[in-house]
Nanobody, 123 residues
Framework: QVQLVESGGGLVQAGGSLRLSCAASGSTFSFTTMGWYRQAPGKQRELVAAINNAGGTDHADSVRGRFTISRDNAQNQVYLQMNSLKPEDTAVYYC?????????????????WGEGTLVTVSS
């Protein structure tokens, strides 16, 4: 079994920045897609950003221009640089890995989840 471990969450002021990291362990492999979902109380889980094994990226409309996803050369780690943070970005952020392309995630789901890291943006 593969484990995904997130780090980098915390408390920041509105307008500040954080960088989330996700590291895979347990075996040597490459996911087709890695990325980040987030969920806040009372809200639906939202796909924030995803990156495929060729480096192509997708970002949610709500974060485009502020957040940037990247993946390391081995394609087993993923990062989320979050700039210009807003209080509405407050959520638990979950790293994921999937054998499916991003357009298929809603239908076929995620293979591996991290446990989540809390991002709190104060106003």
């Amino acid at each position: 079994q593969v484990q995904l471990v997130e780090s980098g969450g915390g408390l920041v002021q509105a307008g500040g920045s954080l960088r989330l990291s996700c590291a895979a362990s347990g075996s040597t492999f490459s996911f087709t897609t890695m990325g980040w979902y987030r969920q806040a109380p009372g809200k639906q889980r939202e796909l924030v950003a995803a990156i495929n094994n060729a480096g192509g990226t997708d970002h949610a409309d709500s974060v485009r221009g502020r957040f940037t996803i990247s993946r390391d050369n081995a394609q087993n780690q993923v990062y989320l640089q979050m700039n210009s943070l807003k209080p509405e970005d407050t959520a638990v952020y979950y790293c994921f890995g999937s054998k499916w392309p991003v357009v298929m995630l809603d239908a076929y789901g995620v293979d591996y989840w991290g446990e989540g890291t809390l991002v709190t943006v104060s106003s």
